[in-house]
């Protein structure tokens, strides 16, 4: 009990509490029983605060005291500004992607068209032209492409009026004999002198019937002489009815016949082959023995078939028809001796040859390279045929093709490609200070700076836009060394390229065409080593056409 007491005699519950401190007092470190521990370096200034060592301004400042209320108002301040900035940014943004056009884009992709090149030659037949040996209208015996014969008369020229008035006598004279024969088949078996001669004949037959069996040979042929007498008699006297008349008629006949030949003139070839009505004046001069040394303009000469037609009216000495004598007929063209590599003369290859009913359809045509004269640049070639004569008969130029060849490169569509003006000025005349480009022009004080802005370059220029105004026609420019003569700017040139979408920014690049870049499927084919401000999987602008320069594209 005394160990309880005293232990709990030292704890807090048997101390008395600490008497109550006015209001605004602070406790010591003596009513705890405790003191207050102070952080290093404080304890002195704390003992001591009006220590002669410390500089009044080295004392703590009071702290101010910010309410909640405070920082809120200024985080709902910002919070507006940076709200109203984010939708007048979003609204510009709309606003400029509803009123800017749509434009189409596509991507640079490598492919491949069919460009083969198109030549242009002149047909050259066996060709033999007949002409009109008198006025008149033509009446053909045969039809187009008919093949006849050597002596066989094709046609004949006709005086109209007068021998439509022969064949209406003609006609009329047929009529009446027609009429005749038929008068001759009514009124024979009614003549008396026919009808004793068949009652005789018939007696003779009745009467001797029934004796047939008896007859001997010798009686048999009296029978016979006798009927042949009265049959022949009365042959006879059908032959001689009308007789007068019908030679009458006959001889009419013979007499119109003969005078029609007066009144016409047949043409009769002296060679066989294909009969062709049309003429296109060109047949004395394509022929076998000229065609070795035609020109190049005249392998390029054209005839237009559908504004000829086959004559019907001639006159004396006009051509009429021609015979085409044999199968064989060639293609007469100058041919690019690019084209003729690995070829030789007597080889046999194939051409395509344009439809005539369907343009840009080539037809695959058998060929033998009859002739070959070589040239500069490129050479005289025959291309000896003997199969489809019929097909371009009504012809005398055609388009065709050596070869089905392909180009593969950048495939871009044709509608991409545009064109601008460009001053070209030399590499040596352009000035350079840090990124920044500009020329020296030549003026009366002396020379001025005027920056440029080089689309591109290549081995010898820097190419300026024109519309810009940074250069003109007739500066006149210093060199970038020294030694170098003034340059006078000439006239622009125009250069091709396409729009390349960089960021959603149309820019200009320059391409290069050659001549076998272009397709009628609307596509172009660009060499990668000429083109070369352009690559694979870039995104150019499909149809150039109203865009400019920098133009926003979305």
């Not at 590499?427 to 920044?436: A, D, F, K, R, V």
Request: with cysteine.
């Amino acid at each position: 009990m005394d160990r309880y007491r005293n232990a709990r005699s030292h704890s807090h519950y048997g101390r008395k509490p600490p008497p109550p401190m006015p209001r605004g007092s602070r406790p010591s470190d003596e009513m705890y029983g405790s003191p207050r521990r102070e952080k290093p370096g404080h304890s002195q200034q704390r003992k001591d605060p009006q220590s002669p060592h410390k500089r009044p301004s080295q004392q703590n400042p009071p702290r101010r005291r910010i309410s909640k209320r405070n920082i809120n108002r200024s985080v709902t301040a910002v919070a507006g500004v940076f709200f109203i900035f984010v939708i007048v940014y979003l609204l510009s943004s709309v606003y400029t992607f509803l009123m800017t056009p749509h434009v189409a884009t596509e991507v640079i992709k490598t492919g491949s068209i069919d460009l083969p090149r198109v030549l242009s030659g002149i047909v050259v037949r066996d060709e033999h032209v007949y002409t009109a040996e008198r006025d008149g209208r033509v009446m053909f015996n045969v039809g187009e492409y008919a093949r006849v014969k050597p002596d066989t008369q094709v046609c004949s020229i006709q005086d109209v009026e007068s021998v439509e008035d022969i064949n209406e006598n003609l006609a009329s004279i047929e009529e009446q004999l027609a009429q005749l024969q038929q008068t001759r088949k009514d009124i024979s078996p009614a003549d008396p002198a026919i009808q004793r001669i068949n009652g005789q004949i018939k007696n003779i037959v009745d009467g001797r019937l029934n004796h047939f069996i008896d007859l001997s040979i010798p009686d048999i042929y009296t029978l016979k002489n006798d009927l042949s007498q009265r049959i022949e008699s009365r042959n006879q006297m059908i032959v001689d009815e009308n007789w007068s008349v019908k030679n009458d008629l006959g001889l009419q006949q013979q007499q119109l016949i003969s005078r029609l030949g007066t009144f016409e003139k047949g043409i009769v070839p002296g060679v066989g082959g294909l009969v062709v009505p049309v003429i296109d004046g060109m047949e004395e001069t394509l022929t076998f023995e000229t065609m070795k040394e035609l020109s190049r303009e005249q392998t390029l000469m054209t005839v237009d078939y559908n504004q000829l037609n086959p004559l019907k009216e001639v006159k004396t000495g006009d051509p009429v028809f021609k015979i085409v004598a044999s199968n064989e007929w060639y293609v007469a063209a100058y041919v690019p001796n690019e084209l003729l590599e690995d070829v030789t003369e007597g080889a046999h290859s194939t051409i395509y040859v344009e439809s005539l009913k369907n343009a840009e359809e080539f037809q695959p045509v058998s060929a033998e390279l009859s002739l070959i004269n070589p040239g500069y640049s490129e050479s005289f070639v025959l291309y000896k045929i003997t199969k489809n004569i019929i097909d371009y008969m009504n012809t005398r130029s055609v388009r065709f093709k050596t070869t089905d060849s392909v180009h593969t490169g950048l495939k871009i569509s044709a509608t991409a490609i545009t064109t601008h003006d460009f001053y070209p000025v030399p590499l040596n005349y352009i000035h350079s200070e840090g990124n920044s480009r500009f020329i020296l022009k030549k003026n009366a004080e002396g020379n001025t700076q005027t920056q440029v802005s080089v689309t591109w370059s290549d081995d010898a220029y820097s190419y300026i836009w024109v519309r810009l105004g940074q250069v003109a026609q007739g500066d006149i420019l210093f060199g970038n060394k020294e030694g170098l003569p003034e340059y006078t700017v000439t006239e622009a040139v125009t250069e091709q390229g396409v729009y390349r979408v960089n960021n959603g920014v149309a820019e200009f690049r320059h391409i290069i065409l050659d001549d076998n870049t272009s397709s009628a499927s609307g596509y172009v084919v660009l060499d990668t080593g000429l083109s070369q401000g352009i690559r694979t999987y870039d995104y150019i602008v499909t149809d150039a056409a109203g865009i400019e320069d920098g133009q926003i594209i979305k």
